[in-house]
């Protein structure tokens, strides 16, 4: 048992104080409350006993239960088991590194990297966007609060600014990827921002730009120039020179207008290789490619929208401000249709059910009508997926609302008119009749594809067939986590990253 250390598997491992009063022939007792057993018997620990996650390893003679609020009664012979399972890691060898390497700043690579870091081990974070905050930062609320992105994603922010332990890297991709579980060697590409550390956001690089590029946070909806802040929740909090102005006179302008000579046109981009430990892949997800639906009209009417453009209207740092509005006129709509499975369930496209995208389409339904109370919804699904009771009680919600409508049936085919009237038509399953709906606007509720569809990963993975990354848990060493593993809302892809941290400290133990 190397330095007294015990290496907890799961979550009902227990490590017990030997010839403690609670060590009796009669079992033991605890409760995951911090009081265990006797007031004080926690103090003697150096992690704090509330997070699993900081209790991980520790010492034999100190208590450390990983069980959330409920009593336990475990028998003499299944402690003493535990620890001869210890012993074990006696033999085996240490890591090379004992870092952790974190690939995607979304909120499941945040979650990831802030639970191992706080349980005491260094962590470098990777994203290859200007900020970390990923698809969350994206929207107007989440579930299962409706908060914010800022009431997450600023606590995480908070928390990693804090930490020592952790590294980040925007504009960071992963070229390769060397060696075994305990001995990674990591090739990365840093990117150019073309502005350091000096920047204080002041804008006016901005101001002096003369050049438009498309938003990308906003879908294309908008423009953004030539130096631009990502978002207004940004981390880190520092512009960025397109490199589509680099070696125009636009840029000049941007460099010159800097009172902080924050700007480099000469910074190029660089590789790094780091030594770690384990890899944590949490690499997300992309919105379906709707132009592919050629049936659902995407890209060819103005006012045929995705449920993540819906998401960035409703944002008060979106487009258009929080204002739902009809792309085509800017008019506010009097009805509005929603596509659910857009793509998919569909063997053409994606075959599988993306989790969400029916509570998705709910809350974007409280969204309009929390704007304008006199407004139709329609929603045309296949199933309604509302799982878990939380989300039960939300759909039900929805249903006494008078002004939502929701139909059995899958869209067919959409037409427009000449005003920019959006016509859906369906089969309703239950009835059998034909349905010809004429909205303002319609929304398609498009699925989660997980980025690494397209483009694979440079290391040795394995993928399903949509794309999702395998977890080799008995190989271990590197694990996805989040959507980059299965189709998942933000609840559920918060306690898989916490679940990875612990495989990755894991690996470092064994190994």
């Known amino acids: 048992m190397t330095g007294g250390f015990f290496e907890i598997n799961s979550c009902t491992d227990i490590l017990v104080e030997k010839n403690s009063p609670f060590f009796t022939s009669g079992g033991f007792y605890s409760k995951y409350s911090g009081q265990c057993g006797r007031n004080g018997h926690y103090k003697k620990c150096p992690f704090r006993p509330f997070s699993p996650l900081n209790s991980l390893y520790c010492r034999l003679e100190w208590v450390v239960l990983l069980l959330r609020g409920q009593n336990n009664f475990l028998s003499k012979r299944y402690i003493l088991q535990a620890i ?29 990297t802030l639970e191992a870091a706080e349980a005491g081990y260094e962590v470098i974070l990777l994203e290859k966007e200007p900020s970390l905050g990923g698809r969350v930062s994206q929207l107007r609320q989440y579930f299962p609060k409706l908060c914010p992105p800022t009431c997450g994603l600023e606590i995480n922010y908070r928390r990693i600014k804090d930490n020592p332990r952790v590294n980040v890297y925007t504009l960071a991709e992963v070229e390769n990827v060397d060696g075994v579980p305990g001995d990674y060697t990591v090739t990365v590409r840093m990117n150019p921002r073309y502005v350091t550390s000096e920047c204080t956001c002041c804008g006016d690089c901005e101001k002096a730009s003369k050049t438009e590029i498309p938003n990308e946070f906003n879908f294309g909806m908008d423009k953004t120039k030539g130096a631009y802040l990502p978002h207004n929740m940004a981390f880190p909090q520092r512009y960025v020179v397109s490199p589509q102005i680099i070696g125009t006179e636009d840029a000049r302008r941007c460099k010159e207008a800097c009172k902080y000579n924050a700007i480099d046109l000469e910074m190029e981009s660089k590789t790094i290789d780091f030594k770690v430990g384990a890899i944590v892949w949490a690499t997300g997800w992309v919105p379906y490619d709707a132009t592919r639906i050629e049936n659902l009209g995407f890209g060819r009417y103005d006012n045929i929208i995705t449920n993540m453009m819906l998401e960035r209207l409703a944002a008060k740092n979106g487009p258009t401000q929080g204002k739902i509005l009809r792309p085509s006129d800017e008019k506010a709509p009097e009805s509005v249709a929603f596509v659910q499975c857009a793509g998919s369930r569909d063997e053409n496209h994606l075959p599988y059910c993306s989790y969400i995208c029916c509570m998705a389409s709910l809350k974007h339904a409280t ?20 799982p878990g009771q939380r989300y039960e009680k939300f759909y039900d919600k929805l249903k006494n609302d008078d002004k939502v409508f929701l139909i059995k049936g899958k869209v ?3 037409s427009e008119d000449a005003a920019g009237n959006i016509t859906v038509v369906a089969e309703n399953a239950v009835t059998g009749e034909k349905i010809r709906k004429t909205v303002d606007m319609a929304v398609l509720a498009t699925g989660m594809q997980p980025t690494t569809a397209s483009v694979k990963l440079p290391a040795d993975l394995n993928y399903t067939d949509d794309g999702f990354i395998i977890n080799d848990f008995e190989k271990g060493g590197m694990f996805a986590t989040g959507c980059a593993n299965k189709p998942a809302d933000v609840v559920t892809s918060n306690q898989n990253a916490t679940g990875m941290a612990l495989k990755a400290i894991q690996t470092l133990v064994r190994r």
């Open 84 to 112: 001869e399972r210890d012993s074990m890691t006696d033999k085996a060898t240490p890591p090379v590194s004992a870092n952790i390497l974190v690939v995607g700043g979304g909120i499941s690579g945040l979650t990831t």
């Open 367 to 386: 969204y309009i009508r929390e704007q304008y109370p006199d407004t139709e919804v329609f929603i045309f699904y296949i199933d309604v997926r509302a």
């Open 412 to 414: 067919a085919e959409v």
